[in-house]
């Protein structure tokens, strides 16, 4: 594959050097400005001025002819619109230079930088508008300590506003979502901008009618209405003037801001400059200065709304035009003409001498014998027929007043700010127009082996990096919201990314709705001198909602492609739209976030394509199903996950697995499939669990199921032992329907809790040994199993995997209703016992219900059932905890429960009697008073020396409920000397 592309180069270059021999000149060297030169040269240095300027009308780039080497020198400058094609042209085929070479500076004012050579350098500046693009192509492509920079911060294109031939062009990175205006339109329902006296409404409750316009993303006419919630209260501002001495105009704006986003911040001025007799609205919009990336300076956000419908009396609508290929072409956009946003880096003359509100909302003259006389009212509006739109002032106008009814003009907006096309999904039904690759704004660099190392690049709205074979990106700073990176490293061992992408941006995104009206009211104005006259009262108000507009915008790895043998990620990512690592093995560093965020997008098969060592010591969370291996013929190798692991739904299948950080799959099941896995740290599900494999070990982990916890381990399940290692809590039971070969879960605890009346199965292959101590080894045995039922109509049922089946659990710990009412809530299946040593329920109350299938094992000391005891000897030994608490066993048999004797273990008299049969003796018969429930072991030896050795003779288990004298023979004497020895073990 490189040897073709190679090949491909190479070719380029032979058309490129054949097509150079029609060139007039072999070099041209500018040392003096020049403006729109036509070059014929095979090289070309650039070291002062060169200025494209488009005068036909057309979208024709600067352009170079037979060239083969172009450089512009420190000094150089090219600089025009609508933009520089840097490529050799001959006989209208564009082919590659050999060299390019930039120190300088390259301006495209508004429009495009295209490069396109073998060998590129640009250690020097280019720069595009807004709505321009820069692109760069080569073979070598090294950009290393240079900037590119499409868009600086709020100096956008200023777009048209063309008020009398009803034209517009909108600033860069402004595109409109609806709009609709007229006069009697049909606006239907009751609203409201002020309200006193209405109980029925909330204070400050605000509200457009519900009214027409043409939305683009839905593609037709429909009705919007414009409100505020308790999270963006609409702000008021009200303007009042005078213009003579019997007309009255009032203006009045409703603003709603963004009360998440506190570095945004607006203000409102009246503008009578332009306006004749009536008054122009500017909104400012600004926010908290961001740094721009290429020079350090500080970048002054600021945009502009003006609503201008008071002046012109009535709104129409204008023409929306883009420019395409040179020419201004209608967008199938449109605009309120009384409506526009301006993008500027400066204050608009009318907002800087603009006035600000000179009154209070409500005030407003209401005495029609002296209009300065000011009171308070309501403006309310009520709607008449679905075909008019009827105004009605509640307020004491002289009885007589020519109209206290109305009719209104209104315009409507909607526009998107910014870069956030993608994020908000302006065009959902067309994913083009939603598209970064489509959008202005953007840099795009494509070569086979890159350097970005220290450049500095911003994009006002996409950055798109291609490498086909090496890249370097030390210390760079890339800087756009939206990221393309399509990476291919084949020469080096290791491509690793670190620290290239910011989490966040600073760019104005996000939505603007406006609804404005203009009407009048005339009433007769009465004077005590007489002079009756008629007074008009002019009203004006907008409606703002800018609580969408934010400044602060997390960076979206669009597309994000990377190719190499190892991967290692330190970054923050979130990929859209596509997204693949195809490497034999990644590793997601600690400062690493990658962030899926669009449903759409999984993690499995077809984004890690060859993946078969995966790391994560980071973040990485999925909005859709993440599956390691799970989704492919052959399972990963490796997976190891010290960082966090976030998903709808998880699923791992490896040779080795192991997970010291956190697994959560917040919207389904948790599945781990593994030869051999060591879990510690925590998972979550909002259902099922499973943990498969060969060898798994639990240790230090902490798990939470909404459904089941399924386990199937064929060889060893363990963990360390120590009581409360592992905590796990299910919400649907649990399930071993295989037995390990080995292993115990004795520092696990397992809690399962059955709601309200549910029915909850616990499914277990554990051998059933007996109620011996045995059965707590290499059988799957349970530290501490807690059951708790909501209420008496719960039920938790255990059942065996096949005909006989056992549970031995350490620790039974019976909660809520089945603490109190087990007989009812707890269920044992035939084919099952359910082995305990010690409950926080007197285990005498236990011991054989459900017809001996619930077994209390006393003589089992585990980590959570055995105490230590000190005998009156000083002697130290370890008992079953519940039957050291019993208030039923008297172990020593002095009359006294265990639980209630402060020495239960001391007071036994084994009063032994050996008594011998036959002369010489043939047998040996020894007694002794035996204590209730009892187990003995009488021991021998043949000498009393300094250290005895003592044979078992047999044991004994005197079960009875109360004591008595015991016997055991020794038949086997042989005529030798014997000593006897009789202890116990208390149990």
């Known amino acids: 594959m490189i040897k073709l592309k190679q090949f491909g180069w190479l070719m380029g270059l032979c058309l490129a050097a054949t097509a150079a021999r029609g060139a007039t000149m072999i070099l041209t060297n500018i040392n003096a400005p020049l403006v729109n030169p036509s070059f014929n040269a095979v090289s070309v240095v650039n070291n002062s001025t060169v200025t494209a300027s488009n005068t036909t009308f057309t979208f024709e780039l600067f352009k170079l002819q037979n060239a083969l080497n172009l450089t512009n020198k420190v000094s150089g400058r090219f600089i025009g619109y609508p933009g520089y094609d840097f490529s050799t042209i001959t ?27 073998t060998n590129l350098a640009s250690p020097g500046n280019i720069t595009v508008a807004a709505d321009g693009v820069a692109r760069l192509k080569g073979f070598d492509v090294n950009l290393s300590r240079g ?14 506003n063309d008020i009398l031939n009803r034209q517009y062009q909108n600033p860069g990175l402004i595109q409109d979502i609806y709009w609709g205006t007229g006069t009697n339109q049909r606006i239907t329902g009751r609203f409201v901008f002020e309200q006193d006296s209405d109980a029925y409404l909330p204070e400050n409750m605000y509200y457009s009618p519900l009214h027409e316009v043409i939305d683009r993303r839905a593609g037709g006419r429909t009705f919007v209405q414009l409100t505020n919630s308790g999270l963006n209260p609409f702000a008021v501002y009200v303007y009042q003037r005078r213009t003579q001495s019997t007309n009255f105009h009032y203006y009045v704006v409703y603003l709603a801001t963004n009360s998440v986003d506190t570095n945004v911040f607006a203000d409102v001025r ?21 740094t721009d990336v290429i020079t350090g300076a500080p970048i002054d956000n600021r945009l502009y709304f003006v609503d201008r419908l008071g002046p ?8 929306g035009y883009v420019l395409d290929g040179g020419f201004l072409t209608p967008s199938g956009a449109s605009r309120p003409r009384s409506m526009e946003i301006m993008r500027t880096t400066g204050t608009p003359f009318e907002f800087f001498s603009g006035s600000p509100s000179n009154a209070t909302l409500g005030v407003f003259p209401r005495n029609p014998v002296d209009p300065l006389a000011f009171g308070t009212y309501d403006i309310k509006a009520i709607s008449g027929n679905p075909d008019q739109t009827i105004f009605n002032f509640i307020g004491p106008f002289a009885p007589g007043g020519s109209n206290e009814f109305v009719v209104n003009a209104y315009a409507a907006y909607g526009a998107e700010i910014g870069s956030s096309v993608f994020g908000t999904q302006l065009h959902p039904g067309s994913p083009g127009l939603s598209d970064p690759t489509n959008a202005v704004g953007r840099i795009e660099i494509e070569g086979q082996n890159v350097d970005l190392s220290l450049a500095r690049m911003r994009g006002e709205n996409l950055l798109s990096i291609r490498c086909t074979n090496s890249i370097s990106v030390s210390n760079a700073v890339l800087d756009a919201p939206n990221v393309n990176l399509y990476l291919t490293n084949t020469t080096r061992p290791a491509l690793t990314l670190t620290n290239i992408l910011a989490s966040g941006v600073k760019r104005f995104n996000g939505q603007v709705f406006a609804w404005s009206a203009d009407w009048f009211n005339e009433y007769l104005l009465s004077r005590p001198a007489g ?129 010291t950080g956190s697994f959560i799959a917040n919207g389904g099941a948790l599945d781990i499939t593994a030869d051999d896995a060591d879990i510690q740290g925590t998972f979550s599900s909002a259902s099922d669990i499973l943990l498969a494999g060969s060898n ?53 605890v397992i809690t399962s809790t059955v709601p309200a009346f549910a029915s909850i199965s616990h499914l277990w292959a554990g051998e059933d040994r007996g109620a011996t101590a045995a059965g707590f080894t290499n059988n799957t045995a349970l530290g501490k199993l807690a059951v708790s039922c909501a209420g008496n109509f719960s039920l938790a049922a255990f059942t065996g995997a096949g005909t006989s089946n056992a549970l031995y659990v350490d620790r039974l710990e019976l909660l809520g209703s089945a603490e109190t009412n087990f007989a009812n809530v707890l269920s044992i299946d035939p084919n099952i016992v359910l082995y305990f040593a010690s409950a926080n329920v007197p285990p005498e109350s236990l011991d054989g219900q ?35 608490a019993s208030t039923a066993i008297d172990s020593d048999g002095d009359g006294t429960s265990n639980g209630a004797d402060a020495s239960p273990f001391d007071g036994v008299a084994i009063d032994s009697r050996v008594t011998f049969i036959g002369d010489p003796p043939t047998a040996a ?27 078992l003779l047999t044991t004994l288990t005197h079960s009875a409920a109360t004591n008595a004298v015991v016997t055991v023979s020794d038949t086997n004497l042989g005529g030798t000397q014997r000593y006897y020895r009789v202890s116990y073990t208390p149990q």
């Open 91 to 117: 006989n209208s085929i564009r082919l590659p230079l050999a060299n390019f070479v930039n120190q300088g500076t390259i301006n495209a004012t508004s429009g495009i930088v295209d490069i396109f050579a």
């Open 696 to 748: 798994l070990v639990l240790n230090g982990h902490v798990a939470s199921a909404a459904g089941a916890l399924n386990l199937i381990v064929t060889n060893s399940l363990s963990d360390s032992g120590v009581p409360g290692t592992n905590v796990i809590n299910c919400g649907y039971g649990f399930s071993l329907p295989l037995k390990p070969a080995r292993g115990d879960l004795l520092g696990t």
């Open 531 to 659: 002079g009756n006259s008629n007074a008009t009262a002019f009203f004006h108000v907008l409606v703002l909602d800018i609580s969408k507009v934010g400044i602060s915008q997390d960076v979206v790895t669009d597309r994000l492609v990377v190719n190499s043998t190892n991967v290692i990620m330190n970054n923050t990512l979130r990929p859209g739209r596509s997204f693949v690592i195809d490497a034999h093995a990644v590793t997601f560093e600690s400062n690493n976030v990658l962030n899926l965020f669009s449903s759409a997008v999984d993690m499995g098969a077809t984004n890690l394509p060859n993946v078969r060592h995966f790391t994560n010591h980071g973040v990485v969370s999925v909005a859709g199903l993440a599956k390691f291996g799970s989704d492919r013929e052959e399972p990963f190798t490796n997976v190891v996950n010290t960082g966090s692991l976030l998903a709808a739904g998880g699923s791992v299948r490896s040779r080795y697995f192991q997970n």
């Open 925 to 951: 018969q020894i007694s002794w008073n035996a204590a209730a429930q009892t187990t003995y072991r009488v021991e021998f030896t043949t000498a009393l020396s300094s250290a005895p050795v003592w044979e």
């Open 270 to 290: 009246f503008s009578d400059f332009n306006s004749g007799d009536d008054t122009e609205v500017f909104v400012e919009i600004r926010t908290t200065p961001d």
């Open 850 to 884: 459900f017809g001996g299938r619930l077994r209390w094992v006393r003589s089992y000391l585990g980590p959570n059932s055995s105490s230590n005891v000190v005998l009156a000897s000083g002697q130290t030994i370890t008992v079953n905890s519940s039957l050291l």
């Open 147 to 160: 900037t590119i920079q499409a868009g600086s911060g709020a100096a956008q294109s200023p777009g048209f």
């Open 312 to 319: 012109q009396g009535n709104s129409v609508l204008s023409t």
